[in-house]
């Protein structure tokens, strides 16, 4: 039997590599270390790259063993799911790995303009009903915005065809620069040597959509720091399912 929340919890405030701001705590102390990760955490000038959504950490630690000279940081406010990857990368001694346990829609009170070079996307919630909670909304874009370098990039990674045809949409109607795009990664051609790498790393999630026959979409796209933001307004075709074993979310069969 696995360890409780509980037992996660207070494990997790002795690593050295977890910093836990959900709201009820950022709004009233601010985030000193905003601006200066390098510099006091990771103690070197490497990139940064963000995984939003990082859920138990296995793309954020996945990621710092294929590529040791740049650094990255998991954001979730599930503790006890980010509790494997923080532990798993104390264990195995990764300096280029940190977690932060946080509301996502606060991310921009973490870090300072220019501080980020690139933000993953893995497998996030469509949110097909409430656009201003989906990570690839023109709401969100505006927040990494703040903190992405010019032109900084933005990986999605999904199984949702609803999220990935909103995204081509939202990036579309932006003039986004799109540098790949396909609706099954695993057939797809052409990719780069970084993407084929990253390609080895598989959560247990995506591992079990794709033996049920689900196609995972890939899109990466540059985020230039100007520009005004224009939504969407399309139908889209709801997805069939809601994750593994549920059936449909919603009676209806579109959503924007």
Not at 165 to 183: A, D, I, R
Request: aromatic share 14%.
């Amino acid at each position: 039997m696995g360890k409780g929340k509980l037992e996660k919890f207070a494990e997790m405030e002795t690593f050295p590599n977890v910093f836990q701001y959900p709201f009820s705590y950022i709004q009233d102390v601010p985030f000193e270390m905003k601006g200066h990760w390098n510099k006091e955490f990771f103690q070197n000038n490497h990139p940064i790259v963000l995984e939003l959504g990082c859920g138990k950490g296995e793309y954020t630690v996945g990621l710092a063993k294929l590529f040791p000279q740049t650094n990255f940081i998991g954001v979730d406010i599930k503790g006890a799911r980010m509790w494997k990857g923080a532990k798993e990368a104390v264990e195995e001694q990764l300096p280029n790995v940190a977690f932060l346990r946080t509301n996502i829609e606060l991310i921009d009170r973490f870090f300072a303009p220019d501080e980020v070079s690139e933000i993953w996307l893995t497998f996030s919630d469509p949110q097909m009903k409430n656009v201003h909670k989906r990570l690839t909304s023109t709401f969100f874009m505006n927040r990494y915005r703040k903190f992405l370098v010019d032109g900084g990039i933005i990986h999605l990674k999904t199984d949702s065809n609803f999220l990935f045809t909103y995204t081509s949409y939202m990036v579309g109607k932006n003039h986004l620069p799109v540098l790949q795009q396909t609706e099954d990664l695993y057939h797809a051609e052409g990719m780069d040597d970084e993407t084929m790498r990253i390609l080895s790393i598989q959560t247990y999630y995506e591992s079990m959509w794709i033996e049920r026959g689900l196609n995972i979409k890939y899109l990466k796209y540059k985020l230039p720091q100007e520009g005004e933001w224009v939504e969407p307004d399309v139908e889209i075709p709801l997805d069939d399912y809601r994750s593994y074993h549920r059936t449909k979310r919603s009676s209806l069969e579109t959503g924007k």
